[in-house]
């Protein structure tokens, strides 16, 4: 009896660890908002978005990357990078587009939170291509929310981002202007 109480016991703590220490289990949040395209002839200018975000990125995940940057393989960097699948925006309605991000990470604020998403650089709009121009540019989602996940964000199609060592990433500059992301909220 004693050791059947002891196993389950065990098994109740050992799964119990497995919630808190898997950041995946816990980190699965939607978010849903507007984002003003800039319209034009064949597109809206305001299309209702989700973002998925389903981990974030580790600090082992960092150090690859890095390890890759600081030995100059960058085939190396974009195939680790394209490997991390963190979350994704998905335009409601008529787009139909979806953009994975590979490297998602959340910050305190005075007012909440930040959170940044990542991915190789790319224009939203369809049947548009990307500028090549010097330098590795991610395309990112930058959301400032407040205690109860709610705000208002910024897409950068052509940003700059740095890895730090504790873990995730800053955006360090961005080239075009960002698209406003307005009533973010999470999914309920």
């Known amino acids: 009896m004693k050791k059947r109480a002891l196993k389950a016991c065990l098994i109740g703590f ?3 660890a497995y919630v808190v220490l898997c950041p995946g289990l816990w980190a699965m949040t939607e978010f849903k908002g507007r984002l003003f395209m800039g319209g034009g002839p064949n597109r809206a200018n305001v299309v209702s978005v989700r973002i998925l ?15 890759f940057l600081n030995a100059g393989d960058i085939e190396g960097f974009y195939g680790a990078f394209r490997e991390m699948k963190k979350g994704e925006l998905r335009f409601i309605g008529g787009l139909g587009l979806k953009v994975v991000f590979n490297a998602a990470t959340e910050q305190k ?15 939203l709009e369809m049947g548009t291509s990307k500028r090549i ?5 991610f395309l990112v989602v930058e959301l400032n ?29 961005y080239m075009t202007p960002p698209k406003m992301l307005v009533a973010v909220q999470p999914v309920k």
């Not at 975000?53 to 390890?67: A, G, M, P, Q």
């Open 109 to 123: 604020t005075e007012n909440g939170y930040k959170i940044l998403f990542a991915t190789e650089g790319r224009s």
């Open 14 to 16: 050992l799964a119990a």
């Open 53 to 67: 975000l389903n981990e974030y990125t580790i600090e082992d995940e960092v150090r690859r990357l890095s390890k």
């Open 133 to 137: 121009s010097g330098g590795y540019l």
């Open 145 to 173: 929310l407040n205690n109860k996940y709610e705000g208002e964000g910024k897409v950068y199609e052509n940003a700059k981002i740095q890895f730090t060592p504790e873990g995730s990433f800053v955006m360090e500059s």
